[in-house]
Nanobody, 115 residues
């Protein structure tokens, strides 16, 4: 079982930057992939960025060129660096880890971008 602890959310003005962190209780290389999803009220949870154990990275089209996902294997931590934030990026961001076919989720962290 994997425990995920997120941090780094908050309130920022449009055009600003934030960095989210997700610390995993397991070694990252034992996890198939880790990623960040986001959800707004009444909508489904959507993929923002994902990095596989082999280093393959996927981004949602809406964040390409603005967000960067990367990892620190020594700290078992995955980060999401968010730049040029827009009001439409406002959401609860969830860290996700895929261990085999089982997904694990963090508690979520609120990101609010004011216009």
């Amino acid at each position: 079982q994997v425990q995920l602890v997120e941090s780094g959310g908050g309130l920022v003005q449009a055009g600003g930057s934030l960095r989210l962190s997700c610390a995993a209780s397991e070694r990252i290389f034992s996890i198939n992939a880790m990623g960040w999803y986001r959800q707004t009220p009444g909508k489904q949870r959507d993929l923002v960025a994902r990095i596989s154990s082999g280093g393959r990275i996927n981004y949602a089209d809406s964040v390409k060129g603005r967000f960067t996902i990367y990892r620190d294997t020594a700290k078992n931590t995955v980060y999401l660096q968010m730049a040029s934030l827009k009001p439409e990026d406002t959401a609860v961001y969830y860290c996700n880890a895929e261990l085999g076919v089982v997904p694990y989720w963090g508690q979520g962290t609120q990101v609010t971008v004011s216009s």
